[in-house]
């Protein structure tokens, strides 16, 4: 441990703008010069995923996800191998893991990001698509319209009306992207957090200094999740269960980001259920652990769709995934796997009650 400490230096880094939120990547360097680098890479892949697999902007450097949207039903469009295999796994984990995460049901999405930029510029107040306006676009969003032809690294929507939506699982696939690269190039200690999106590789190479709620974070990653008694995320304090990374990931999808109210004060957030076609109201939040951070924002997105019972049943039948709940009661649940006092720890015993 002595001899880490004389090798080492902490480090501390925030990118601020991809995938509108601030990313804090922690780590180790036996220099700045070499901490730099890892800071050069990690600007440079992080605007790169952004734009490529953004749906709102044109880019004239790269073909992207808005790209392949201007040309559902013309032509189809070539673009980087990472998109392609991002849309691949996305239409597999469709069919074999959840299908409550459909990345065709941009339509509707599109529907309800309007109706929210529309409040965004009226106080955070404004009305609500109706069930007619939303059945009309969800006539458009099958899946099987995505035709990927890998070997001419090409994307055709062959329905004009469908539109493809990443924002279940970009930010966490990249995240992913980037820890794998981080790895590549030695850094043998890290913790990336992305707006919800956490992932983390080895231990602390040298112990953590001050006070701690907990005498693992001294030498381990700790990671807290939001879950105020009274629902009210806009406070501060609010992480009540504190997990201890170990090389795992954790994604955590919740009602508290990205929302509006009616007139009436109902809270209509970002993650809308196929089903219905309007937000999901289950719970608070959820959050997934496990090993790839693509595949645990993939799953808290499909997990926060489903009732609780479900959602548990569906997670304790995953192999290497665990995951825990915040209800609209305050009350915390997770999953088999875990166990308070073991990785877990939830601060307020009473919430468990």
């Known amino acids: ?77 070539v673009v980087d191998e990472a998109l392609i295999d991002l849309l691949e796994v996305s239409i597999t984990r469709y069919h074999e893991v959840s299908s409550k995460v459909n990345i065709a049901f941009g339509n509707v999405i599109d529907i309800w990001h309007g109706y929210r930029e529309n409040a965004e510029a009226n106080d955070g107040i404004g009305k609500v698509p109706s069930q007619q306006e939303l059945a009309k676009a969800n006539e458009h969003v099958d899946i099987e319209s995505i035709k990927i032809d890998k070997a001419k690294k090409t994307v055709y929507i062959d329905d004009a009306k469908v539109s493809i939506d990443l924002g279940a699982t970009a930010k966490g696939y990249a995240i992913e992207l980037v820890k794998d690269e981080l790895i590549e190039m030695g850094v ?67 009602d508290y980001q990205r929302f509006y109210k009616d007139n009436n004060g109902v809270r209509y957030h970002h993650l809308i259920d196929p089903d219905t076609l309007y937000p999901a109201v289950h719970f608070r939040s959820v959050s997934i652990i496990t090993e790839d951070s693509g595949y645990a924002d993939y799953l808290s997105s499909s997990v926060f769709l489903m009732p609780f019972e479900d959602g548990l049943e569906f997670v304790n039948s995953l192999d290497g995934v665990e995951a825990i709940w915040l209800l609209d009661d305050g009350k915390i649940r997770y999953s088999d796997g875990l166990k308070d006092g073991e990785g877990l720890y939830v601060i307020d015993k009473e919430r468990l009650k």
């Not at 780590?27 to 892949?45: G, H, I, T, V």
């Not at 709620?213 to 504190?242: H, R």
């Open 1 to 77: 441990m002595v001899g880490c400490e004389n090798k080492y230096e902490y480090f501390k880094y925030n990118v601020v703008g991809p995938f509108d939120t601030i990313t804090t990547y922690i780590s180790y360097a036996k220099s700045q010069n070499e901490f730099d680098e890892q800071c050069e890479m990690l600007d440079e892949r992080l605007e790169y995923y952004d734009k490529l697999f953004d749906k709102y902007t044109s880019y004239d450097d790269i073909n992207n996800v808005k790209t392949i949207n201007d040309n559902a039903g013309k032509k189809p469009v």
């Open 188 to 254: 043998e200690s890290f913790l990336l957090s992305s707006g919800g999106n956490v992932a983390s590789h080895g231990e602390r190479l040298f112990e953590k200094d001050g006070d701690m709620l907990l005498d693992d974070c001294a030498t381990k990653y700790c990671v807290g999740i939001e879950s105020p008694q009274d629902g009210n995320y806009a406070n501060t304090g609010s992480e009540l269960a504190l997990l201890v990374m170990q090389g795992e990931s954790i994604v955590t999808s919740g």
